[in-house]
């Protein structure tokens, strides 16, 4: 019998109780709570010079304080807003946007002296619980689950302190409380040495597989290969047109916002007809269609639309590339249109200064090599391995990393669900 389960043995036997957060939590508090948005105004004044302490946003918190301007505030701000000192250990939750995210904060690892909560979180604390283990509990399923309920969705996700302190949570014993945050401490330490590790040889996997993508799509032999233009390797794309029988035909919209500028593949569109489509003319896509944003197109939003999105539509912000299959293959102009030659070309040819963009004719001027397609088809499966152990989610180290995490969170999840424990 592990030592866990001989302190809810021992301790809470006949189970564990459940409580509000307001029952078990003295501080549930927040930035606005310091008075009228007049009184804050007249009594906070943010600076980015270094003063007698620090605004801590969720931001700074997610990023570890590598992202973006620090904040200060004076010592009359600081006392003005002292309900939202982080002078000792706190938990802190987005409850404007990003709701759902979970921060256990201690003093010592606070990049300031003195430290103060910034607006659009609250700040959480108990006398008379383990507070990282209340960090735990808010990070289970069952817990985001209720928070969710509380959440509205329209705009900004958010919700309030008070719908928060009646969210309900198994409270065991103390002791029952710090052996947990022990275990988990430690499987948490561990599964982040595996990750770092992890994530360190994904990264050097990655730059190996940019390097060599560029190198096979360029070093062709010149005596079997031809120079042409994306606009002679593609085939002519249209726009749909609206007509009386489509008035109760829905399709599926790709907008710039649905392609997944790191992983490259389509990840939420919305339904439109002929009465919601937006202004804007829509263009019909087909499988195998390779889409590339033409705005901010450093951004680097592209994708090969895939089976499910056959006859849909996207936005003319995409320019549609339908390769002409009897000259090129499909992923041989999708691997030149994620290469670093491409995004050269791109930077040099893009036009306007807060919203770049380039047009659909500079793209398809660009000019790719065109072997003979057996020997297109023989790099691209070179590229399509190279591809998978980098970035398919579903296998390679990629798979791994995430497997880790949800690995990590399946026993989290257990530990933390009291009645299971007992009965096994």
Known sequence: MSRLEQLIAELCPDGVELKNIGDICETVTDYVAAGSFADLRKNVVYSLKPDFAQLIRTTDLKSNFSKGESIYVS????????????????????????????????????????????????????????????????????????????????????????EFKKLVIPVPPLPVQQEIVRILDNFTELKTELTVELTAELTARRKQYKYYRDLLLTYVNEDTVKWISLKECTLPTSNIKWSLEDELTSYKYIDLTSVDRDLHYIIETQEINKN???????????????????????????CLVDSEYDEQICSTGFCVLRANTNIVLQKWILYHIASSSFYYYVE?????????????????????????????????????????????????????????????????????????????
């Not at 000192?85 to 706190?90: G, R, T, Y």
């Not at 939750?93 to 659009?120: A, D, Q, R």
Request: net charge neutral.
């Open 276 to 302: 919601n489509a937006p202004s804007r003319a829509q263009q019909i896509v087909k499988t195998g269609d390779i889409l590339f944003a033409t705005t901010r197109p450093l951004l680097k939003r592209y």
């Open 348 to 424: 040099k040819y893009q036009q306007g200064a807060s919203y770049p963009a380039i047009s659909d004719t500079n793209v398809k001027n660009y000019q790719i090599p065109v072997p003979p397609l057996e020997e297109q088809g023989r790099i691209v499966a070179i590229l399509d391995r190279f591809d998978a152990l980098c970035n398919d989610l579903t296998s390679g180290l990629t798979a791994e990393v995430e497997e880790r995490q949800k690995q990590y969170e399946y026993y989290r999840d257990r530990l933390l669900i009291f009645n299971k424990i007992m009965e096994e």
């Open 75 to 162: 010592e009359r701000a600081f006392n003005f807003l002292w309900r939202v000192n982080l002078n000792e250990e706190s938990i802190i939750l987005p409850n404007i946007g990003n709701c759902g995210e979970v921060y256990y904060v201690v003093p010592e690892n606070l990049p300031y002296e003195n430290n103060v909560l910034g607006p659009n979180a609250i700040l959480v604390r108990s006398n008379v619980c383990d507070n990282k283990f209340l960090s735990y509990i808010f990070r289970t399923r069952e817990f985001q689950m209720q928070l969710n309920k509380i959440t509205s969705s329209t705009g900004q996700t958010k919700f309030n302190k008070t």
